[in-house]
């Protein structure tokens, strides 16, 4: 959706992924989040992790009902992701987006990179699901990921903070800029929602966005028609690192914030 002189267009679009989705997600809030995404008929990203063995996602009994109900959901018109393999973030390597200081696959071995993201494609599509779309558990990844997504087919990254979805090292980028609902102006803006921690409050906030702001709400499939993907302009790649920085620098507050009340605790 590009304007004249090459300005993008007016309003904005917001795609709504939903992460750490696996058999063992928080019964209750995912169900919560499911009851949103009926109501407005929403097709967000759904990025489910192939084989979790993160014991921070085993929130409640497995669910017997849960890759029936991804099926149906993608049926009805959500993107799947591959969020990862396993979640388990205890490599130390450096990510394209350094937003975390652990990575389940940046720093890891391309041979070993690659095992795991054929064998994650492998057990989501044995499930029955058609994943689409790369979610990095903590944004964490690096050139070799980005070489085993080609190398497996794979063709789209949730990553970055440019306003639009861009190509780089030939790959679909779709931004993920946002990790609750923000009025826009214009552009692409992907909402990331946890489901195992989102809030009532969280939970509430989205949904009176959603009352105001539903038919603004997008689909991957959609996004790509509305926002044809380019290589960015200089001006774009400043502001996507600037953005960048920003969060960076709000997260490293809000750890100082957490480590000094925990210091005042003890
Ligand atoms: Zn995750």
């Excluded at 070993?112 to 790369?134: A, F, M, V």
């Excluded at 400043?238 to 210091?263: E, P, T, V």
Aim: glycine share 6%; hydrophobic share 40%; charged share 25%.
């Amino acid at each position: 959706m590009k304007g004249a002189k090459g300005l993008i267009a007016q309003p904005a679009h917001y795609l709504l992924r939903f992460d750490d989705l696996c058999p063992a997600v928080s019964r209750e809030r995912w169900r919560r989040c499911r009851a949103l995404i009926e109501e407005f008929q929403i097709r967000p990203i759904l990025a489910v992790v192939a084989d979790n063995q993160d014991a921070e996602l085993q929130v409640s009994p497995p669910d017997p009902e849960f890759w029936s109900r991804i099926r149906e959901m993608e049926s009805a018109g959500a993107a799947i992701g591959l969020h990862g393999y396993r979640h388990l973030c205890v490599s130390r390597g450096r990510s394209l987006v350094p937003l975390s200081r652990v990575s389940e696959f940046a720093g890891v071995a391309a041979e070993i990179q690659r095992e795991w993201i054929r064998e994650g494609l492998h057990i989501l599509r044995s499930r029955g699901l058609d994943p689409k779309i790369w979610v990095a558990p903590r944004h964490g990844f690096d050139q070799n990921t980005l070489h085993a997504l080609r190398a497996e087919g794979m063709l789209f990254v949730s990553d970055g903070f440019t306003r639009r979805p861009f190509l780089r090292d030939e790959l679909v980028w779709i931004p993920q800029q946002l990790w609750a609902p923000v009025k826009k102006v214009s552009g692409l803006w992907t909402i990331c929602v946890h489901a195992n921690t989102a809030s009532d409050t969280e939970i509430a906030g989205l949904r009176s966005f959603l009352c105001h702001h539903a038919k603004q709400f997008t689909s991957l499939e959609r996004a790509l028609e509305d926002f044809p993907p380019g290589n960015l302009s200089i001006a774009e790649k400043i502001s996507a690192k600037c953005a960048l920085w920003q969060i960076r620098a709000s997260r490293a507050k809000g750890d100082l914030w957490n480590h000094s009340r925990r210091c005042a605790r003890i």
